[in-house]
Nanobody, 122 residues
Framework: QVQLVESGGDLVQAGGSLRLSCAAS????????MAWFRQSPGLEREFVAA???????WYADSVKGRFTISRDNAKNTVFLQMNSLKPEDTAVYYC????????????????WGQGTQVTVSS
C-alpha cells in the first residue's frame, strides 16, 4: 500500500501563488506516475497535471503556463507550483499515484490522497 498526504492548501487572493506538496510513503518503489486533480463543489473531479518518474509531463489546458508540476524522487514527493491564481482555481486538490507507464485512462489511479483546500478570493 501507498499513502499520500497533501499539504500547502490555503486562502489566497487572485493573482497570488501557492505551492502544494504531496508526500508518498509505504511501498513507493513501483510508483511511476504522480498527479494532481481538483474538485470544486458540485463538479466532477478534474485532471490538473501529471509527471512521470523520468520527467514526462502532462497538463490540463486550463492551467498551462500558470501551474508547474515537479517531483523529488529521492523524497517521494510531488509538488504543484500554482501562479496567477484565479477564483475558478478554488477547489480541493488531490494527489494521485500510479504504477503504470502512462497516466491511466479514465483517471483510474492506484492511490489517492485525502485532499487539501485551495481558496482563491477575488
Amino acid at each position: 500500500q501507498v499513502q499520500l498526504v497533501e499539504s500547502g492548501g490555503d486562502l489566497v487572493q487572485a493573482g497570488g501563488s501557492l505551492r502544494l506538496s504531496c508526500a508518498a510513503s509505504g511501498r513507493t518503489f513501483n510508483i511511476n506516475i504522480m498527479a494532481w486533480f481538483r474538485q470544486s463543489p458540485g463538479l466532477e473531479r478534474e485532471f490538473v497535471a501529471a509527471i512521470r518518474r523520468n520527467g514526462g509531463l502532462w497538463y490540463a489546458d486550463s492551467v498551462k503556463g500558470r501551474f508547474t508540476i515537479s517531483r523529488d524522487n529521492a523524497k517521494n514527493t510531488v509538488f504543484l507550483q500554482m501562479n496567477s491564481l484565479k477564483p475558478e482555481d478554488t477547489a480541493v486538490y488531490y494527489c494521485a499515484a500510479d504504477s503504470g507507464r502512462l497516466p491511466p485512462p479514465n483517471h483510474n489511479y492506484d492511490y489517492w490522497g485525502q485532499g487539501t483546500q485551495v481558496t482563491v478570493s477575488s
